[in-house]
């Protein structure tokens, strides 16, 4: 199959896109905060900060950003995820399958206090899948941050697949 060839601009645009109609009718806080944004609507001192410590590739173009805890982020570049913390690391939309989505327990063995996926303020565990069948797990927000990450994100497997990004 011969992939389409786009401009690392070209797929922020879309990967924007995608985010946006996600959102669509819903009034977005467009402030530089929120659990869940566009990169550049960052503090521009902030988005410096973060492409800093971050291994960014030329032309590579930071698109999304889930705010997960201090100093804990995902940020959805043009080629792949990032996971920011004590333990970085990234998996490339080349590699990416789907979603597993958010691990869920099973009735008897849900203990009391442990968060319902869709409540809002809560962190679970959430499952990446690899194209070789390798699942990564990380800790995201529940709730409508969680839910959004999930859906506009599952889409970037088509970015791996059918995109070849030209430089």
Same mark, same amino acid.
């Given at each position: 199959?011969?992939?389409?060839?786009?401009?690392?601009?070209?797929?922020?645009?879309?990967?924007?896109?995608?985010?946006?109609?996600?959102?669509?009718?819903?009034?977005?806080?467009?402030?530089?905060?929120?659990?869940?944004?566009?990169?550049?609507?960052?503090?521009?001192?902030?988005?410096?900060?973060?492409?800093?410590?971050?291994?960014?590739?030329?032309?590579?173009?930071?698109?999304?950003?889930?705010?997960?805890?201090?100093?804990?982020?995902?940020?959805?570049?043009?080629?792949?995820?990032?996971?920011?913390?004590?333990?970085?690391?990234?998996?490339?939309?080349?590699?990416?399958?789907?979603?597993?989505?958010?691990?869920?327990?099973?009735?008897?063995?849900? +203990? #009391? !206090?442990?968060?319902?996926?869709?409540?809002?303020?809560? @962190?679970?565990?959430? $499952?990446? /899948?690899? %194209?070789?069948?390798?699942?990564?797990?990380?800790?995201?927000?529940?709730? +409508? #941050? !969680?839910?959004?990450?999930?859906?506009?994100?599952?889409? @970037?497997?088509?970015? $791996?697949? /059918?995109? %070849?990004?030209?430089?």
């Amino acid at each position: 199959m011969e992939k389409i060839e786009k401009t690392p601009a070209r797929v922020a645009e879309q990967m924007e896109n995608w985010f946006l109609k996600y959102y669509s009718g819903e009034s977005l806080e467009y402030d530089g905060t929120g659990p869940f944004i566009l990169f550049k609507h960052l503090k521009p001192g902030f988005q410096h900060e973060l492409t800093g410590c971050l291994d960014i590739v030329d032309n590579e173009i930071p698109v999304l950003i889930l705010f997960i805890q201090h100093n804990q982020y995902i940020i959805c570049t043009t080629e792949r995820f990032i996971h920011t913390g004590p333990e970085a690391e990234s998996i490339y939309y080349a590699d990416f399958n789907r979603h597993q989505g958010f691990i869920s327990w099973l009735p008897e063995d849900r +203990k #009391p !206090g442990m968060p319902n996926m869709k409540a809002a303020g809560a @962190f679970a565990e959430f $499952g990446l /899948k690899k %194209k070789d069948g390798m699942v990564t797990i990380w800790v995201i927000p529940t709730g +409508k #941050p !969680g839910f959004a990450f999930w859906n506009v994100t599952n889409r @970037f497997e088509f970015v $791996g697949r /059918k995109y %070849k990004i030209i430089k």
